[in-house]
């Protein structure tokens, strides 16, 4: 729907608020909650029809993101509250705020008894050696029914973070003990000067003196919680009520005030962090939501998405800060930092154990982001096979002078063809999508001409994007790689490719199944006027989805690769349709597609010989039963609050971690990588570049799946006929 129609169906809006007194923020909030129900019913793809039904999710899941550890409201209060349960679509409809504004008084309320709980605990006198278990899955547990079950959970929860900092302590001591009674005179000076630069010698400690610290990090820890848990703002509340409401359409549609319009910008656009990594909320902790090659944290090979950032330590401070319900731009202004200086994160990971991980913060290297080629031959059986890897789909306007990735990938291909490779693979591993100009543009050069993917709006005819090129920049073999996080433009080429039988799509057994379109609407547009009110933010919502040229969407179920390979998160749920108010998979009508370029016709039969080879791959076999050790944790919420047995429970998690910890670390020895020569001068620029380049390769010369997906090049080449050529070019150059 074109800009003027919306906001004609707006200009309703000016004149119902035209008679405003000056500022408050109850008008405030009705008129942006005016605007975002106004541009939801005009332009959402899939609104959401108010009714008593409705009004029932959206109270549910508002008191959910309220109170989500159910640590302030207990469940007789929101029975009090649950009048209005049935009635939030008639406040909707009529801009009255009688069930927020209750919530809102509850929930101060409820966070200052918190705190009177919390101050009437004596922490040092807590049983540490009870029989008790706590239950950390938040989302399934019950609330506590009454205030007595409420002071039941707070000395639960302190009790467990008491003996998981504890937990730590002994376990960083151990291995520091450890690895100095092992290592030679001249490591324990390395490791002097190691605890010389980030300010902290080793000494020994009793547990008696570690529980005592860690009583007192606690109580640092929790006394500033609660302090920033005080500025929280009535507006932090008006947010999560809008997008209790706006969330029912789909996950993806969000209101953000100015600053997280901002914050959204620095996650998703690009604009990387002194660690080099994205964040966003999660909980009441930070997430890393990816890791930018060449950054600080990508170097230490340790960090990874999905982990968790629960505490921060400043070089030269004892004082580590605990980010429990830190907002995400105060944490993203402790992580940045000078150039050398050096912070400390405590990760969780997905099995739920916990590292801490030093590092020292430095420039991010934009250019690790853009798309390389390399050269990969698997000793004895595959050689000169062509590979790119494109990290995003970024465009022009994120490479100050340079071109968009469809270019870049197409000077890579170019490169990758003066050296006569004998096929190419792209690898999408991990790619969030991005541009869908230049995923159609992409795709473009490995087929004539013809349609991409169709993009539809509510209530018209799929626009079909075209690629209008009849030139083919490569005819060879192409195979995709993706995974779980291969999300958006990743999941439009290798459908595509697919479809037309041009590509082979190899990975886990689903990309990511994000299938739908977001843009922003800026709420300050559909006013005139009334200036002491704005800035109002913007509705970040969905208004198209993507369908593949069968038809067929790729929301929800995302890409089915032709050959699916083991991969440890097989087991966890990931991706699009893990969402509340996902968007239902739904199909249209193909269009016409056909391509003369190359023709895949035998993928069943090199998907069977690559079956064979993983069923005997030790490497896969190890894959699958990490796989099953990360759910078997995820899935187990429950913590033992006695200290004992918590560390047996502990070392007993990472013993079993230790037995997968060298899967990725071994060098794959038929896996020979090198550079093109023509990088070469650019990569010999400085030290910098060349020791980000043998990372790289390093890395890369680990990677198993590489040594696999040259197994399913050579085959695809061996029994194709549109590669007969090439196979014989091959034969002739082994003998």
């Known amino acids: 729907m074109k800009n003027s129609t919306v906001f004609a169906a707006l200009a309703s809006i000016v004149a119902f608020l035209a008679f405003v007194n000056p500022y408050n923020y109850q008008e405030r909030e009705a008129m942006i909650l005016t605007g975002v129900m106004k541009f939801m019913d005009q332009v959402h793809y899939n609104p959401e029809m108010m009714n008593d039904e409705l009004s029932a999710v959206i109270f549910d899941e508002y008191i959910e993101s309220l109170d989500s550890r159910k640590r302030f409201l207990t469940q007789e209060e929101v029975d009090d509250l649950a009048q209005y349960r049935d009635k939030v679509d008639d406040q909707i409809k009529i801009k009255t705020f009688e069930m927020f504004e209750m919530s809102n008084d509850l929930i101060e309320k409820g966070m200052q008894r918190g705190q009177e709980i919390y101050a009437d605990i004596d922490v040092s006198a807590l049983d540490l050696t009870s029989n008790d278990k706590v239950d950390l899955d938040y989302e399934n547990r019950e609330r506590p029914k009454n205030e007595k079950e409420l002071k039941k959970y707070w000395k639960q ?56 610290e860690a009583i007192e990090d606690h109580t640092k820890n929790y006394t500033k919680w609660f302090k920033r ?63 930018v090659p060449g950054g600080p944290i990508w170097k230490t090979k340790k960090a990874e998405a999905d982990d968790l950032i629960i505490a921060i330590q400043q070089e030269g401070e004892d004082e580590v800060l605990n980010l429990n319900g830190m907002r995400l731009d105060d944490v993203v202004s402790k992580i940045r930092g000078k ?50 890897k494109l990290p995003k789909f970024y465009s022009s306007f994120e490479k100050k002078g340079g071109n968009s990735c469809a270019k870049d990938v197409a000077s890579e291909i170019e490169k990758l063809k003066n050296v006569n490779v004998n096929g190419i693979i792209l690898d999408l591993r991990n790619n969030t999508g991005g541009s869908l100009n230049d995923v159609v543009e992409m795709s473009g050069l490995f087929i004539e001409d013809g349609p991409i993917v169709q993009v539809k709006p509510r209530d018209r005819p799929a626009y079909v994007h075209l690629d209008k090129n009849s030139d083919v920049l490569y005819d060879g073999p192409l195979m995709i790689l993706v995974n779980k996080y291969s999300a958006s433009a990743s999941e ?114 090199v998907a069977a010989a690559s079956k064979k080879r993983v069923e005997k791959n030790n490497k896969f076999e ?8 990360i759910k078997k944790y995820r899935d187990n919420a429950s913590y033992s609050l006695n200290i004992d047995q918590f560390i047996k ?10 037995q997968y910890k060298d899967l990725y670390d071994t060098d794959i020895e038929s896996l020979k990588i090198s550079n093109l020569e023509v990088d070469m001068d650019n990569i010999n620029f400085d030290e910098s570049k060349q020791a980000r380049n043998q990372d790289w390769l390093d890395g890369l010369k680990k990677d198993f799946y590489l040594e696999e997906a040259l197994s399913i090049m050579k085959d695809m080449i061996r029994l194709e006929d549109s590669f007969a050529t090439i196979e014989q070019k091959m034969e002739s150059s082994q003998n």
Do not use: C
Request: hydrophobic share 35%.
């Open 157 to 212: 929860l302190i009790t467990y973070d008491i003996i998981s900092k504890v937990e730590t302590k002994i376990d960083k001591q151990e291995k520091k003990m450890k690895a100095m009674s092992e290592s030679t005179d001249e490591d324990k000076d390395e490791v002097a000067s190691i605890d010389e630069k980030i300010k902290e010698p080793f000494v020994e400690k009793t547990r008696d003196e570690m529980i005592a």
């Open 622 to 629: 190890r894959v699958l039963a990490n796989a099953e050790r």
């Open 339 to 388: 150039k050398g200086t050096v912070i400390t994160l405590t990760l969780r990971k997905k099995d739920g154990s916990e590292i801490l991980l030093p590092i020292e913060r430095d420039e991010v290297i934009t250019e690790e982001t853009l798309a390389k080629s390399l050269i990969l031959d698997k000793v004895g059986s595959i050689e000169n096979i062509g590979y790119i």
């Open 649 to 658: 429970d502990m070392d007993q998690r990472e013993e079993e971690s230790k």
């Open 492 to 605: 439009i080429i290798a459908a595509a490719m697919q479809d037309y039988k041009r590509a082979v799509v190899v990975g886990s057994t689903s990309t990511y199944g994000k299938g739908t379109v977001q843009r922003f609407y800026d709420l300050d547009r559909a006013f005139k006027g009334i200036e002491e009110y704005k800035p109002l933010g913007s509705l970040k919502m969905t208004t198209q989805k993507f369908f593949r040229v069968n038809g067929g969407s790729t929301q929800l179920i995302g890409v089915t690769p032709d050959i699916v390979l083991p991969d440890s998160y097989q087991f966890m749920k990931v991706g699009e349709k893990e969402y509340d108010h996902a968007m239902e998979w739904t199909e249209i009508d193909p269009v016409e597609y056909s391509q003369e370029v190359a023709q895949l016709d035998h993928i069943d039969e």
């Open 229 to 291: 848990l005080n500025k929280q703002r009535r507006s932090d509340r008006f947010e999560q009520y809008l997008n209790a409401i706006t969330h029912q359409s789909d996950p993806h549609t969000t209101y953000f005030n100015p600053k997280k319009r901002d914050d959204f910008n620095i996650n998703m656009g690009g604009k990387l962090e002194g660690i080099g990594a994205r964040l966003q909320s999660d909980d009441d902790f930070i997430k890393i939501v990816s890791i």
